[in-house]
């Protein structure tokens, strides 16, 4: 495959880990951090802002796994990129998150 294709998978997994935490205090009722925020990334957003921008993430990265190449799934070296990529945003996440929660 072409070093793109493992490039959007990477950034599919970015997108899909970064949904998550969106998704999640969305739909639990609580207030999160979000890019749309006062400041940034920083202030706290409504849980419906969350909700619908936890989907975006999860939309595009779906369609930068199902859209772009052809992905294998299961125990092969396109998840891996993948997985890769998810876990290089919930490190960043959880380091970026922890320093908002200490101030």
Same mark, same amino acid.
Request: proline share 5%.
């Given at each position: 495959m072409a070093w793109y294709v493992y490039l959007a998978? #990477?950034?599919a997994g970015l #997108?899909?880990?970064n949904g998550v935490p969106h998704f999640v205090n969305g739909i639990s009722g609580r207030?999160?951090?979000s890019p #749309?925020? !006062?400041p940034p990334g920083r202030g706290e !957003? !409504?849980?419906?802002?969350n909700v619908v921008w936890?989907?975006?993430n999860f939309v595009i990265g779906y369609v930068l796994i199902f859209g772009v190449g052809d992905f294998v799934g299961g125990l092969t070296f396109d998840s891996l990129v993948v997985g890769?990529?998810?876990?290089v945003a919930?490190?960043?996440?959880?380091?970026?998150?922890?320093?908002?929660?200490?101030?």
């Open positions: 998978h #990477f950034c #997108f899909l880990a207030r999160f951090p #749309f925020a !006062s !957003s !409504s849980p419906l802002v936890g989907m975006v890769l990529g998810a876990l919930a490190v960043g996440l959880a380091w970026h998150f922890g320093r908002v929660h200490e101030n």
